[in-house]
């Protein structure tokens, strides 16, 4: 299988200085993890787990404050391999929304009040691909009826359109020059549930008619069951679980994605739904050993001390739990 | 308890709110909320979900019945008495009393430069709930309620607290009152999923021990099964179909309920989406339709759906605003 984006033992701060006193906030310690061509990979955690910063390093996007300490991302498509971290401004550009996409968070704010959908579109594409503006808008409108989005919009400002429709607008921008990886973060957070369904379906679709491949970090696990291939739940900047979204969901073994899964309120069940005891930890002091042992309902003496890494249990199957890790040793 | 002769705690009646929109010499109206009906029973306290898009009007509705906003037309009845016709004396000292409010975001609910234990104390002292002598002890007692207490909010500014803990003082603050009534907007959307649930089972524990009525406002249809009693699905300022929520979102009968309660992504592999769906092209052109605003999405829409208005039928446990029901006692197919 294709490995299009391969991340090893990824570690990315904030630093910043104050006063002489500096603080480090740790959002993304140690992860691994690879994408495979075509899939949608699922980042699920809940905020300040290092989700966004996650994928803001791996665009290439990490800038002071956010420093990134050690590890790897390699990016291959077809013959060519990229590795965002060692390459200068000028290369990242060529790189950047032509082969690698990023839905950033709150997209739908992005889009420039003062000129119409259109004229962003042609300002986008001329910055990337050597075209007259009459092909430019050709192609625009063509990649725009394709996706299925009314053409009125390209010549709407961007507050006369709803948020729904800002958001697809911007999905539409983000991947008109056929990126082969998106990066989508939080896509559909802010917009009510209908409207969201339209948005994960026009990126379904996307994914399937360019052949591209899809990471989508979200808190809603509804969101992920519903759409991702495979998926890795971060807690406290570290990948806790990872499997396939059946498995994760018919059978989770780290503590906390049981937890998640068992938290979330089902229609047809009215049934008592407890939510986990305390806060996700600060960043800048995370807890000593497993991150998630002062919540965890089943945690032992040696969870205090001990950093369990994140081991594969099973074909396919990881998670970083030293209990868990026993418990599906036994089982086999 | 006191209450109204027909024993209703709050009584929404036909109650609109029309926005006028001047552009140039040109004027809109756009009906935020129209002609709706709702009532909570004071026997028995119950928490009332208002569930719709964006746009729909929750909010509009929600700011009617704290006072905030007069109604175009309509009567809002608290406890039996109209609560347009207040006096300002009545209204301080005995609906914002009875009536407290809950907001979305709890940063922007206090400001950062005060202590948050500050709105507690003002709270108490202002209404005159207590005595300084005993304003402590209520105040710890309104915050033990919500699972916290005195000493640990004591001198904190509202950022050296989580999300999770800013919302549940904010929930302490409006139960310093004792209210019969707490109107939520949107309390949990801000929050995270592991902090969700204890907000919204603290919903379920006032009601059950202190008899508080919650509305509870919100776009998420799970946590409004979990918590509500009933449920008033609003589309574009109507109430399209209202209800006890296990028939309303259980079984749903308004072609609209029918694709909200679809579009809830199931945490459940086996349940994802299969058939597309069509979105409202554009908002503002829903809002000033004529006959049924979900003539152009609706899959069973009739001729007559794009002309008149539908009436509000009692089908099955609840009401619907949809022709599809008009031949009353229609079976549920």
Redesign the interface.
Known sequence: MHIVADVQDLRAHYVTRAYGIQRTVKAVEGVSLQVRQGEIYGIVG??GCGKSTLLKVLMGEATPPLVVLGGSVRYSFGNQDYYPLSMTERELGRVRWQEVSYIPQGSMHLLNPVQRVRDTFRDFVSAHRPMRKAEIDDMVRGYVRHLGL?E?ALSAFPHQL????RQRVTIALATILSPKLVLADEPTTAL???????V??LLKQIRESSGSTLVMAT?????????ADRVAVLYAGKVVEEAD??TV?RDPLHPYTQ???R????????S?????PG??PALDNPPPGCRFHPRCPVAREACKYEDPPLVEVAPGRRVACSLAVGRSAHGR | MEGSADGSLLDICDVSKVFSIRQGLSVTHLAAVDKARLRLQSARPEVCAIAG???SGKTTLASMILGLQQPTSGIIRFKGRDTTKLTGRERRQWFMREVQAVFQDPFATFSPLKRIDSYLYETALNYKVVDRAHVDRHIDEALSAVGLSLREVKGRYPNEL?G??VQRVSIARALITNPSLLVADEPVSML???????I??LFLELRNRKGVSVVYIT?????A??VADSIAIMLRGWIVEVGPVEHV??NPLHPYTQ???Q???????????RE????????WEEFRRRGCKFAGRCPSALGRCRREEPGSYTVAGRKVRCFLYEGDGRSEA
Not at chain 1, 192 to 198: I, Y
Not at chain 2, 192 to 198: G, K, V
């Open positions: 809940e905020s009314p009125q709803s948020g729904g429709m009510d549930v209908v409207v969201q369904r339209g994960l379906q808190h809603d696990m509804g969101v992920q069951a519903n759409l979204t059946e969901f937890h998640l899964i938290s979330l309120p089902k229609m047809g069940d009215k008592q739904r407890i939510s986990i806060n996700p | 898009e964006s746009g989580s999770g803990q995270d999923a592991s902090l969700r649930m204890s919204v089972n776009h998420d249809l799970s946590t099964y979990y979102l259980g694709t909200l309660k579009s809830v992504p199931e945490a459940d592999p086996a349940k994802r989406w597309e769906i069509s979105l409202a092209t554009m908002e």
